[in-house]
Structures are given as C-alpha cells and as structure tokens.
C-alpha cells in the first residue's frame, strides 16, 4: 500500500476534472495511474470503474431535471451492445499496445477540441443527427470495455448537439453510469474484482470524497474555459507520454 498516496491523489484530480467538466475521471485516471505509479491495468481498470461509477451517480443526482432518456436511449444502446467486444479485447491486445492505443485517441481527441474552435470544417454540424448517436455510443462503449475509458466519444457528440450546460452534465452522466455499471459486471463475471482492488477502492473512497467536494466549492469561482484549456493541456501531455 506504499503508493495509496499517490492512488489517492489521482483519484481525488479525477473526481475534480469530473465534476467540473462532466466527464473525464476514467481518462485522466486510467492514465496517470499507468504513467506515475505503473499501475497494471488490470488493477486499475476495475478500481477505475468502481469510482468513476460513484462519480457519474453523483452528478446524475445533482441535474437529473435536465435528463433527456429520448436523446441519449440510441448511445446507450450501442454502448451496450459493445461493451462485450471491448472486454473480449482484454486478453488478445497487449497492454503496451493498448496503453499506446489509448495515448493516440487522447492526442486526437485534443488535437480536435483545439480545432473545432478554429475552423467550421470540424464543427460536427454534420453529426448533429441522432442516427450518429450509434456510432459515437458503440466507440464509447467499446472504450469502457476494453479501457474503462466511456468519455471522449460521448463528449465528441454531445459537443455537436444542441445541449444546454445542464442537460449536458445530466445527459453525458448518465450514459456514463449506465455503460460503468454493465462493465463493472463484466470484470466481476471475469473475476477481475479481486480482495486488492476493493482494499484499494476503500482506501481511496476519502481522496474521491474530498475531490467531489474541492470541485463542489470551486465550480461556482473558476472560469469554466480556462478550466478546460487547462485539462487539454494535461491530457495532451499524458497522451504523448504514453505513446512515446
């Protein structure tokens, strides 16, 4: 348990970034969790999974109002149905392979949020049909199964739809808890919940709690686009890491 300090502290950004944002706890778990302590996925995975779940429930809580069940019924269908094949992937990709994998997804991803704000070529007006929602919902179920990583495709398409802040965070949440719930399942099936993952989620649960709240006190203070300039950057900077 000689880094539960460590895990804890990347549990409690996680949960900040989360609250803040609306999503983002398995990305920047997942990842510094592999790059500052060389967590095996195997154990991270799991122990992802359990508080990203505390996290999204939590939020779903606080705008659950604002939940449009018709919008978001086709992402969390096909999530569901590819939840399965990313957990399948599990034990056929190697983890560098998938750690690398998962490095390249977040440089696109940021090299796209940088983007879209600099050209009408990727202003996803052409996803705003809900026909989209199904490709966009499979990726990010496939991500949580294999990654424990539901996040940057949900994010990608509800950036191109008409989405109040509130019916974002209550939307995107959601799905989120949704596909987490499934996949923590499947690791439980697989016997991937083992005695050191729940000795680590019990003694990260305070680090979370104090997380969730440092965000509750800062969202009312902090410019929410500077916020996000900030945690592109990180995530930049974690995904050129794990590539290289």
């Excluded at 026909?131 to 940057?152: C, D, K, M, N, V």
């Amino acid at each position: 348990m000689e880094n539960i300090w460590w895990i804890g502290g990347i549990v409690a950004l996680a949960a900040a970034v989360q609250s803040l944002a609306g999503f983002g706890f398995a990305l920047v778990a997942i990842s510094l969790l592999s790059l500052v302590i060389d967590l095996s996925l195997e154990l991270a995975r799991p122990l992802v999974l359990m508080m990203a779940l505390l996290s999204s429930t939590s939020l779903v809580m606080g705008y659950r109002k604002s939940l449009d069940w018709r919008a978001i019924a086709p992402l969390v269908i096909s999530a569901l149905v590819m939840i399965p094949v990313g957990l399948f992937s599990i034990n056929y990709l190697p983890e560098q392979i998938t750690l690398r994998g998962l490095g390249s997804f977040i440089v696109l991803y940021v090299i796209y949020d940088v983007l879209k704000t600099r050209t009408s070529l990727l202003a996803l007006s052409g996803f705003s049909s809900p026909r989209w929602a199904y490709l966009f919902g499979g990726l990010s179920g496939f991500f949580t199964g294999a990654l424990t990583i539901p996040g940057p495709p949900l994010a990608i398409y509800a950036n191109s739809q008409a989405w109040s802040p509130k019916k974002l965070k209550a939307n995107v949440p959601i799905i989120l808890a949704i596909v987490q719930l499934m996949t923590l399942v499947g690791h439980l099936y697989e016997g991937n919940l083992t005695t050191e993952v729940w000795t680590l989620s019990l003694y990260s649960l305070p680090f979370f709690l104090v997380g969730m709240g440092v965000s509750a006190k800062l969202s009312a203070q902090i410019d929410e686009k500077r916020f996000k300039q900030v945690v592109l950057i990180l995530l930049g900077c974690i995904g050129l890491k794990l590539i290289v």
